[in-house]
Each structure stands twice: as C-alpha cells, then as structure tokens.
C-alpha cells in the first residue's frame, strides 16, 4: 500500500468493521471519508455473481471519459487482464480478504499512467458478503485526465491483506508481481561475466588486490 488514500480507507475500514470479518454498507458515512470520495467506488455481485459498479467517484469516472454506475467491474480492465481482475474482486467480496492492485492505465491515445487500488469487502442489507468498497488512486495526476481518456488497466501486482496484522506492516503478504522478470546480463563470448545488482550491470574483472 502505497498511497495515502488507500491507507486512509484501509484505517476507516478497519475501524469500522470492529471485530467482523466486514463492515456494513450502513456503516460506511460519505462524510468521514469526503477528501477520497472522489476515488472511491462500491460494487455489488449481481445475479449472475458479476460484480458491478453501484457508486463511482468523480475522479474515477474522469479516467474513464464516462459514468461507470452499472458497468461491470471488469471493465475497467484491457481485454487481456478482465477476467482475473474479475476473480480477484469476487473474492474479495465473498472471501472478506482485502487487496491491493499495482496497476498502469492504458490511455486511448497510448499514454500510461500508474495507479493503486485498494478492494475491500463490506456486507449489504442481507448481512451476505455480496460486494466491496475500492478505491483507485493515480500517482502523479496525468495532465491529459479528461481529454485522453482510459482504454483499460493492466494489472502488473498484486497484494492480498491480512486484516489481522498492524496495517502499517503491509508487507505481511508479498506483492505477486504480474510482469515481466527482467534477466540478468549475459556474459560477451569470451568475455568478463557479468552480473545485475539493483538497476547496475557489474563486470567481473580488473584488479582484485
């Protein structure tokens, strides 16, 4: 968790479902949570166990150049990753297991913008667990928001959260990382090994006294 809003939620969240495994819908005041607002959404499963957007924020509809209330949860995804980001917010829901997505947003004209979004789960009225609370937060606001709007994320990590652990120490889990791994360097034919530390290539070579 990465930014100050997911964190924000995270605590509210945390605060407000007490000893459950999820807060109520009821519990969660617009007012105690209006500087994220914004970036905020809530989904619910629907009857063929989709989920699909009940409330987005201002910010979040920004990205996307359109209402997203009653569009599908998936569909904030490019084609490629709608199906898992689908899985993960159904579990979410129905496992009441928090996570935190590492994302780039795709624009239409080919920009990327780097986001996080945090899913959390919350009850309805039937006291099931049938949808969750997000929120999605772009670091670095792109200065072409409202003009360039969103084709799609691509899902790059992903964190799932032990509600049990001290929300400060969220590295209780490791970020799965859905890209691509970077190789070490190759060795020249004939030439000194090398090998990768950090974002550095270092020869094998030289003096060694």
């Not at 409330?55 to 359109?66: Q, S, V």
Request: charged share 20%; net charge positive; proline share 7%.
């Amino acid at each position: 968790m990465k930014h100050k809003h997911s964190l924000g939620l995270y605590e509210y969240w945390t605060a407000k479902r007490g000893a459950r495994a999820a807060p109520n819908r009821t519990d969660i005041e617009p007012a105690d949570i209006r500087q994220m607002l914004p970036h905020v959404f809530i989904c619910d499963l629907d009857a063929e166990h989709r989920l699909a957007f009940r409330l987005a924020g201002t910010a979040l509809c920004a990205l996307y150049g359109r209402e997203l209330k009653g569009s599908s949860f998936s569909s904030l995804w490019l084609a490629d990753g709608a199906r898992n980001a689908a899985r993960t917010g159904v579990a979410v829901a129905t496992q009441t297991t928090p996570a935190v997505l590492s994302l780039d947003g795709l624009s239409n004209g080919g920009r990327v913008a780097q986001a996080e979004m945090l899913l959390l789960p919350i009850t309805g009225p039937s006291g099931r667990h049938d949808r969750l609370i997000g929120l999605v937060s772009v670091f670095e606001r792109p200065y072409w928001v409202g003009s360039d709007p969103l084709a799609g994320f691509s899902t790059t990590g992903i964190r799932f959260i032990d509600p049990s652990r001290e929300p400060v120490f969220l590295a209780n889990r490791p970020e799965i990382g859905l890209g691509g791994t970077p190789h070490a360097a190759a060795p020249a034919q004939g030439g000194p090994m090398a090998r990768k530390v950090a974002h550095l290539v270092v020869h094998e070579g030289g003096r060694r006294d």
